[in-house]
T-cell receptor, first 113, second 116 residues
């Protein structure tokens, strides 16, 4: 069975600095998707970034980028120039063939002014 | 706005009662997923429907049931409620068609259930 592990329950970053959130996963599939979702205090689930496993190039969305290491089954999220609005719970998720997403336990990110 | 609508947003009820949560997926999406998020926990997958048929089942309790109707909206029924059922229940939808699916799920705002 596929699993997703986020080993950092909490992280903290100074405003304008860079922070990296870690995620590892386990799967026997070769074609899949990986995601980072953000959940602010409003509890809404917001997609931050998506990576297709067949793509070697790391996905980037403005200040958000990933480091996808397929062989190591690692998928970390880097947030550059952190802003107060980035404070939220971040969930790493795995998906395969249009089915359900499997989520990690989340990392609570706080941003210090 | 994700385009996924969930009602009610908040619900308070007593142990032993039954509630129904409703979800309207994004226009054109055929798959509906239900997730449970307990306090300070991750999202636990409950069940998936695709075009009216059950597609996948997670750790959904026997006291819980769901269905997807011909108009593609879905309902999650929770019965014989216990204190531990208090949680945020999310509905999500996706296209879930080969070649048209980005894998992304679009989430509603959730229904917060409090069982007293």
């Amino acid at each position: 069975a596929q699993t997703v592990t986020q080993s950092q329950p909490e992280m903290s970053v100074q405003e304008a600095e860079t922070v990296t959130l870690s995620c590892t996963y386990d799967t026997s599939e070769s074609d899949y998707y990986l995601f980072w979702y953000k959940q602010p205090p409003s509890r809404q689930m917001i997609l931050v970034i998506r990576q297709e496993a067949y793509k070697q190039q790391n996905a980037t969305e403005n200040r958000f980028s990933v480091n996808f290491q397929k062989a190591a089954k690692s998928f970390s999220l880097k947030i550059s120039d952190s802003q107060l609005g980035d404070a939220a719970m971040y969930f790493c998720a795995y998906g395969h063939q249009g089915g359900k997403l499997i989520f990690g336990q989340g990392t609570e990110l706080s941003v210090k002014p | 706005d994700s385009g996924v609508t969930q009602t009610p947003k908040h619900l308070i009820t007593a142990t032993g009662q039954r509630v129904t949560l409703r979800c309207s997926p994004r226009s054109g999406d055929l798959s509906v997923y239900w997730y449970q998020q307990s306090l300070d926990q991750g999202l636990q997958f409950l069940i998936q429907y695709y075009n009216g048929e059950e597609r996948a089942k997670g750790n959904i309790l026997e006291r819980f049931s769901a269905q997807q109707f011909p108009d593609l909206h879905s309902e999650l029924n929770l019965s014989s409620l216990e204190l531990g059922d208090s949680a945020l229940y999310f509905c999500a939808s996706s296209v879930a068609l080969a070649g048209a699916n980005t894998g992304e799920l679009f989430f509603g705002e959730g229904s917060r259930l409090t069982v007293l």
